[in-house]
Nanobody, 128 residues
């Protein structure tokens, strides 16, 4: 079992940056595909980015709206996955969730039901 705790959210002006962190409790962190999702008020939870299991050679995958602006990475030694968000836009405003999948193999796994474990979420608000 994995417990996930997100941090790093906050209020930022459009064009600014934030770095989200997700700390995982559990000795098998490196065996999970990790993903970031977000949910805005009144909208469904949507996939943002995913990263495969391995460390330095990990493959990443992004939804089109964040490509070139967001970067997902992981440090298996620290049991942590990150989401660096640059050039933020008001439409990026949402609660951001970290998730872990024991079933998936590919970083492009973008369906919430394919993820076993979820963090509590962290709010990101981008003002115009």
């Amino acid at each position: 079992q994995v417990q996930l705790v997100e941090s790093g959210g906050g209020l930022v002006q459009a064009g600014g940056s934030l770095r989200l962190s997700c700390a995982a409790a559990g000795r098998t962190f490196s065996s999970y595909v990790m993903g970031w999702f977000r949910q805005a008020p009144g909208k469904e939870r949507e996939f943002v980015a995913g990263i495969s299991r391995s460390g330095a050679g990990a493959r990443t995958y992004y939804t089109n709206s964040v490509k070139g602006r967001f970067t997902i990475s992981r440090d298996n030694a620290k049991n942590t996955v990150y989401l660096q968000m640059n050039l933020l836009k008001p439409e990026d405003t949402a609660v951001y969730y970290c998730a872990a999948s024991s079933m998936a193999y590919y970083s492009s796994t973008d369906t919430p039901t394919d993820y076993d474990y979820w963090g509590q979420g962290t709010q990101v608000t981008v003002s115009s």
